[in-house]
Structures are given as structure tokens and as C-alpha cells.
């Protein structure tokens, strides 16, 4: 069964601090992982990584995705209260001929003035 | 552009009753999909379709329905709500074509009493 595991779940941080959000992810037939950040409503996309070692940034948040242990890691470096929602991975899978997003959990982060 | 138009965006039921929740979607994508979010569950694909006539099976199908008949729009029907449908429902689209982010509507907040 395709799984993705997101660490941590939950995480409270001061404003100026850096954070590493962590997804780890078993799926057959990988084509690519998503971060999308979630505030109050609709999931944003923020990455779409298929390549190991490749990092993608934008501004303050980079990503990068290591195919052979299965991981990414997403980094926001001087924090903003701005920053605070529930930021999401998800593995695109193929199967039977389809693409399938499978999602973690999120991790809900809070920066904190 | 209006990206993904989810509609309504609230709606309370009585167990038993049956609705559509609708999805529209004006920038010509092939891929259309249905998600439900759950405290703790991170989304979970309900049924999806790769173009007007075309739908498959997510990972919890059971208890809706969905029909493709024009590439703008995928209703997602609930047969006869029960209590553990109550979820906020997200429809999200992509291109089918190359690797595409998937592009989410504000979401439908449903309480079935």
C-alpha cells in the first residue's frame, strides 16, 4: 500500500527561526512529491520535485528530494508569522495506467512574534 | 480565470439525504479529481477522471458517485448521507499532460446530522 509519513507532526516556532519539515514516502511506480501549504482553505502549491538532488527554491522555502532513501526535506529559513498552516507531501504514483496523489498527514506549523 | 469553482461551500444534511456537490474547472484540464479531508487523515482521493467520459476509483469511493460528461465540470454525488461522510470535500485539477501540480478548489464543508 502507497504511504507517505510526514514528521513532525506539529511544530511551534519563534519568528526569524529555521525549519526542516521532513516527508518519507513507500509508492510503487514514483513520478513525482508535492508540497502544498494549507491555511484556511484550498491547498497552494509550493514544489513539484522528480529529480534526486535537485534543490527548488522560492524566496525563504527550498526543497529537495532524495529518490534512492526516499525522502524530502522542506526548508523555510527566517520564519514568519505569515508562515503559520499545514503544509502538505504528497507522492504522485502511477497505477493501472493513472496518476494518483497520495498525501501525508501535514505538518502544522506555528510561528509564534 | 476562475481556477477550480467548488460550490456551495457549506451545506448541512440529514442522514439519508442525498446531494451533489459541484466542481468547475475553466482552464481546459483533462484531470479532475475528489478529495476528502479528515482531522488527522490528510486528504484522501474519493474518485477521479483523465477526461469527459472517463472515471476511476480513489481510495474511498464508497458512498459517492461522479460522472464526467463535459471536460469543465465533475459532480460528486452522495447516494444517501451518513455521519461519516461529514468532511470538508476539495476537487482539484491538472493538465494530463507532463508533470503538472494539481491545482485545488477552496473546498466544501459538509455536516451530516
Known amino acids: 500500500e502507497d504511504k507517505v509519513v510526514q514528521s513532525p507532526l506539529s511544530l511551534v516556532v519563534h519568528e526569524g527561526d529555521t525549519v526542516t519539515l521532513n516527508c518519507s514516502y513507500e509508492?510503487?511506480?514514483?513520478?513525482?512529491l508535492l508540497w502544498y501549504k494549507q491555511e484556511k482553505k484550498a491547498p497552494t502549491f509550493l514544489f513539484m520535485l522528480t529529480s534526486s538532488g535537485i534543490e527548488k527554491k522560492s524566496g525563504r522555502l527550498s526543497s529537495i528530494l532524495d529518490k534512492k532513501e526516499l525522502f524530502s526535506i522542506l526548508n523555510i529559513t527566517a520564519t514568519q508569522t505569515g508562515d503559520s498552516a499545514v503544509y502538505l507531501c504528497a507522492v504522485e504514483a502511477s497505477k493501472g495506467g493513472s496518476e494518483k496523489l497520495v498525501f501525508g498527514k501535514g505538518t502544522k506549523l506555528t510561528v509564534n512574534p | 480565470n476562475a481556477g477550480v469553482t467548488q460550490t456551495p461551500k457549506f451545506q448541512v444534511l440529514k442522514t439519508g439525504q442525498s446531494m451533489t456537490l459541484q466542481c468547475a474547472q475553466d482552464?481546459?484540464?483533462?484531470?479532475m479529481s475528489w478529495y476528502r479531508q479528515d482531522p488527522g487523515m490528510g486528504l484522501r482521493l474519493i474518485h477521479y477522471?483523465?477526461?469527459?467520459?472517463?472515471?476511476d476509483q480513489g481510495e474511498v469511493p464508497n458512498g459517492y458517485n461522479v460522472s464526467r460528461s463535459t471536460t469543465e465540470d465533475f459532480p460528486l454525488r452522495l447516494l444517501s448521507a451518513a455521519p461519516s461522510q461529514t468532511s470538508v470535500y476539495f476537487c482539484?485539477?491538472?493538465?494530463?499532460?507532463?508533470?503538472?501540480?494539481?491545482?485545488f478548489g477552496d473546498g466544501t464543508r459538509l455536516s451530516i446530522l
Open positions: 482539484a485539477s491538472r493538465m494530463d499532460r507532463g508533470n503538472q501540480p494539481q491545482h
Open positions: 477522471s483523465v477526461g469527459a467520459g472517463i472515471t
Open positions: 509508492v510503487t511506480n514514483f513520478r513525482s
Open positions: 482552464m481546459n484540464h483533462e484531470y
